[in-house]
Every structure is written in C-alpha cells, then in structure tokens.
C-alpha cells in the first residue's frame, strides 16, 4: 500500500534529544499492520499537495501546532484537496489538525474547546463497532495534545467514538475518510517535550496531571492496527 502523508506540521528536531518526527511515528504505528508499506511525504503546511489524488492509494494526515480555522492558504488549500478525496471515495485518515479539517472541509465546525485543553492519556468510549476495528474494544486510552475539537459534524458522519473532555473523538465521514482527535503515534518522550514546552498555556496543574498520565500504557497499537485495516479494506 502506498500511503500519502500530508505533513501540517514538522516536528523533527525541534526538541534536544528526541529524534526522528511524523515521518518515523507514522510509519512505526502502521508498519507491522500493513507488509510493503510505503510512504510519499508532502509538505501540506508549505503548500505542498499531491499533484492528483490518484498519486497514492490512500493518504494520512498529521496533527499541527496551526488551527484549522487560521487564515493561512495552505489550509484552504489542504481543505479543497480533502474535498476532492470525498468525491472520489478514496480512502483517508486525519489524526488530531487532520481530523479536524476533514470535519471543517466538508461542512462541520471547529472551535476552541470549552473544557480547555484535552492533554495527557484519556480514555475514549466506542459508541460503534465497525468490521474494520480489530480487535474489537469497548474502550481505548490515547495520548491527547488539542484545545480545538470538533462542534459540529460535516454531512453523511458517524460518531465512533467520544470522550468525557471531547464530544467526537472519532468520526468517519461517508465510508472511505476517517477522523481520530488522539494521538496514537506519538511516543511517550515527545509527548512529555511538548506538553513542557506548552505548560505555560496549558496551565501548570492540568499539564503536571497530563505528565503523570503518561506512565499509564495507552491502546495506540491497538488503534494503528485499526487505521492500516480501514486504509487496506477502503483503498
């Protein structure tokens, strides 16, 4: 499967220590899920988009330090490309920004989140079991690093998941695009650099109980194998 990553963020090298970025965390979820798995990158918050969407099988999308809602061209841009992925049924998952411009490009709603900041491990409740999620889970823990959420559903979703701090949590729209608002590829030791370097924001209390809900084990396993079966089954 060839995969397409729209990057709306770069994170590689920006803390001492932790090497490697969305390239290598993307690709170590997906991997052991989907033999000959392979990756072209493109640099969405440059403007960088693919020439056609048939230029890969199926596309990612990552999370971004940028609101979906921000006046930058590149997002009406990545917005307009979404639209064009709809149309054409083809298969995609947004994790975090990426979750939420798919909401945004095809008619939902972002916002700032009136619960502030969803950070640290969270639970997320199932409301919908779908053939593509195995194993089958009633519940899953993920890391979380957002204060927008979605507060309004594009036409023809489906709520899969919800959280006590976020409403839509998953939500697929049509049958081939996929939104997840948590992080399921993000490593313990670059989740503990962002959330230091964003505790002024976050506030001290709520980013000291973010930092010690990283020792709890999360399912991002669990849901990576879900994505690379939802990308395999749709593409």
């Known amino acids: 499967m060839h995969i397409g990553l729209l990057e709306c963020d770069h994170v590689a090298g920006r803390f001492p220590g932790i090497a490697g970025g969305y390239r290598e965390m993307f ?3 997906l991997g052991p899920h989907a033999p000959g798995l392979r990756f072209t990158y493109y640099d ?16 990612l999308c990552t999370g971004s330090q940028f609101s979906v809602y921000d006046s930058f061209s590149w997002i009406g841009g990545l917005a307009g490309f979404l639209q064009r992925l709809h149309e054409l049924r083809k298969p995609f998952v ?21 619960r502030g900041w ?4 969270l639970d997320m409740t199932i409301l919908r079991q779908e053939a593509w999620m195995q194993p089958a889970q009633a519940r899953c823990r993920l890391q979380y690093m957002h204060q927008d959420q979605v507060q309004r559903l594009p036409a023809d979703s489906v709520v899969l998941g919800q959280s ?24 313990r030791a670059y989740h503990q650099a962002l959330i230091r370097s964003r505790a002024a ?30 990308l395999q089954r749709k593409a």
């Open 164 to 187: 006590e701090h976020c409403e839509v949590a998953m939500l697929r729209v049509g049958e081939t695009m996929l939104g997840i608002e948590g992080h399921p590829e993000f490593t």
């Open 118 to 121: 969803g950070v640290g491990v």
């Open 201 to 230: 924001r976050i506030g001290a209390e709520r980013a000291q109980a973010a930092l010690a809900s990283l020792e709890q084990p999360t399912d991002g396993p669990v849901v990576g194998r879900w994505i690379a079966e939802f």
């Open 27 to 29: 690709a170590a979820l």
């Open 44 to 59: 969405a918050c440059h403007g960088g988009l693919p020439a056609a969407p048939d230029a890969c099988d199926a596309y």
């Open 94 to 114: 947004g994790i975090c920004f990426g979750h939420q411009v798919l909401a945004q490009a095809l008619g939902g709603e972002v916002k700032r989140a009136a």
